[in-house]
């Protein structure tokens, strides 16, 4: 209980001074409730309003892929250096030691794997991502898999859903259909159907055109980083995605497989956050790798 012996009647009260109702530094997420915000704020730093997420969910379609092998080994010491984490929960709870006191981007659906047909896919409980304490739950999209388009569609829907009620965001992850064109109409439509479904972040694929993209999508977009590229295209296509409007990347291989992945993550940081161009990123990446 408050003290009231010393109860003082406020005074100041700012009149005459217009409140203060500052626009929020996430895409599409004025209107979200508290704690919605509060865990998009944890993924986008509040003083860009970037991210860079480390993927190293691949395993649960790929098993122990080149630079997967040992998550303890090869994934922890890069944990520092990432804005965010997006992992799948049997690693998160096996692996990842939880004093890191990094957000979570949790893979929130699994199915078929390199094996069989991908994009199989079922939705998980989402009471694993509140007791994991997660920040965002990612769910993958197949638009233009005429098989499982609706499915995965569904699953996308369901995850907003479950997550609007627990103020947990989604992402929604587009993956390549069969018969789709890599190109900005393939992406722009595949981003904004997760959008139009109610995904609050979108991971896509850069392409030509992809300012387009970015500008039709109501939410942010953070790049995926694809199969492996020579450290210096990687750092172009960061800095590429990010001068035409991306809000951040999500990359594994291009940092896992890297000849010195706590190099190149710094150097991918280094674009997404204090602009460096490519060439720029390459020599820091080059003087950290030599330490």
């Given at each position: 209980?408050?003290d009231?012996?010393?109860?003082r009647?406020g005074?100041n009260?700012?009149?005459?001074?217009?409140?203060?109702?500052n626009?929020?530094?996430?895409?599409?997420a004025?209107?979200?409730?508290?704690?919605?915000?509060?865990?998009?704020?944890?993924?986008?730093?509040?003083?860009t309003g970037?991210?860079?997420?480390?993927?190293?969910?691949h395993?649960?379609?790929?098993g122990?892929?080149?630079?997967l092998?040992r998550?303890?080994?090869n994934?922890?010491?890069?944990?520092?250096?990432?804005d965010?984490?997006?992992?799948?929960?049997?690693?998160?709870?096996?692996?990842?030691?939880?004093?890191?006191?990094?957000?979570?981007?949790?893979?929130?659906?699994?199915?078929?794997?390199?094996?069989?047909?991908?994009?199989?896919?079922?939705?998980?409980?989402?009471?694993d991502?509140?007791?994991?304490?997660?920040?965002a739950?990612?769910v993958?999209?197949?638009?233009?898999?005429?098989?499982?388009?609706?499915?995965?569609?569904?699953?996308?829907?369901?995850?907003?859903?479950?997550?609007?009620?627990?103020?947990?965001?989604?992402?929604?992850v587009?993956?390549?259909g069969?018969?789709m064109?890599?190109?900005a109409?393939?992406?722009?439509?595949?981003?904004?159907?997760a959008?139009?479904?109610?995904?609050?972040?979108?991971?896509?694929?850069?392409?030509?055109g992809?300012?387009?993209?970015?500008?039709?999508?109501?939410?942010p977009?953070v790049?995926?980083?694809?199969?492996?590229?020579?450290?210096?295209?990687?750092?172009?296509?960061?800095?590429?995605a990010?001068?035409?409007?991306?809000?951040?990347?999500?990359?594994?291989?291009?940092?896992?497989?890297?000849?010195?992945?706590?190099?190149?993550?710094?150097?991918?940081?280094?674009?997404v956050?204090?602009?460096l161009?490519?060439?720029?990123?390459?020599?820091?990446?080059?003087?950290?790798?030599?330490?």
């Amino acid at each position: 209980m408050a003290d009231l012996d010393d109860l003082r009647e406020g005074s100041n009260f700012g009149l005459g001074v217009v409140s203060s109702n500052n626009n929020f530094h996430v895409k599409g997420a004025e209107n979200l409730p508290w704690g919605m915000k509060d865990r998009l704020s944890r993924i986008f730093n509040p003083k860009t309003g970037r991210t860079v997420m480390l993927a190293f969910d691949h395993g649960f379609i790929m098993g122990p892929t080149s630079g997967l092998e040992r998550i303890d080994l090869n994934i922890v010491p890069l944990i520092e250096y990432a804005d965010c984490l997006m992992c799948t929960r049997g690693i998160l709870r096996t692996m990842i030691p939880p004093t890191t006191n990094k957000p979570i981007c949790l893979r929130s659906d699994a199915g078929t794997s390199i094996l069989t047909e991908l994009n199989d896919n079922v939705l998980i409980d989402v009471e694993d991502a509140i007791r994991m304490n997660v920040s965002a739950m990612a769910v993958m999209l197949s638009i233009g898999d005429a098989a499982h388009e609706a499915k995965t569609v569904a699953n996308l829907y369901k995850a907003v859903d479950k997550g609007a009620r627990y103020g947990i965001p989604v992402m929604g992850v587009t993956a390549v259909g069969k018969d789709m064109a890599r190109d900005a109409r393939y992406f722009g439509l595949a981003s904004r159907i997760a959008a139009e479904n109610g995904a609050n972040i979108v991971k896509t694929y850069y392409c030509d055109g992809f300012e387009n993209v970015v500008a039709a999508c109501p939410v942010p977009v953070v790049i995926a980083g694809g199969k492996k590229l020579p450290e210096l295209e990687a750092l172009e296509l960061c800095y590429k995605a990010i001068s035409e409007g991306a809000a951040g990347v999500d990359m594994g291989r291009n940092v896992f497989q890297s000849e010195a992945p706590a190099a190149m993550i710094q150097a991918v940081h280094a674009v997404v956050h204090d602009g460096l161009k490519p060439e720029q990123a390459l020599e820091l990446f080059n003087e950290l790798k030599n330490k």
